[in-house]
């Protein structure tokens, strides 16, 4: 009987150990069977934005290396990142790659459209964070020319030099 009970402790014990070894090889190989995987907090895809100035921020988790619309960017040891643009009017295309280490790519598309402010609005001056009141001048539209029409008949001749020889 005391026999058994050794015999059932060396398996448990053995069982255990084994169990340790693979969970701890799943946990040192698990960044490269997930691969590297972005995600944005900031904006999110289709929105409509009216300031020209987009701070994006998220996470690209396993990453190595970050590209914002082919530009590198900074990403802190936990992978989170903080970059500001600036949009032009209308639909913009944000582009975001990362790399891992095991070369697994992930790439992430942001569509935003940026309407412009009505003329009289306040914008963000960067250097003071202040609010400047921007007002557009009224525009005045030139009254249209008046068109000339020439028929074929008003058309003077091209002279072209003859060729004679003397």
């Known amino acids: 009987m005391r026999k058994n ?3 059932l402790l060396k398996i448990i014990l053995i069982t255990i150990l084994f169990l340790v070894i693979i969970i701890y090889a799943f ?3 698990k960044d490269m069977v997930y691969g590297v995987k972005i995600s944005v907090d900031s904006i999110k895809d ?18 190595m290396d970050l590209m914002l619309n082919d530009r590198k960017i900074f990403i802190d040891k936990n992978g989170i990142f903080n970059e500001q643009i600036v949009l032009l009017p209308g639909y913009n295309i944000i582009n975001l790659k990362a790399d891992d280490k095991f070369g ?5 598309n942001i569509r935003i459209f940026y309407r412009e402010p009505p003329n009289n609005a306040s914008m963000l001056d960067l250097q003071t964070g202040e609010n400047i009141e921007v007002v557009s001048p009224p525009t ?3 009254p249209p020319k008046e ?4 028929s074929p008949d008003q058309i003077p001749p091209i002279e072209t030099p003859s060729n004679t020889t003397q």
């Open 5 to 7: 009970v050794k015999n």
């Open 27 to 29: 946990l040192k190989t």
């Open 46 to 63: 289709g929105q409509t934005i009216q300031e020209s100035l987009v701070t994006i921020h998220g996470k690209a988790r396993n990453a």
């Open 104 to 108: 697994k790519k992930d790439e992430k």
């Open 140 to 142: 005045e539209t030139p």
């Open 147 to 150: 068109e000339t029409v020439i």
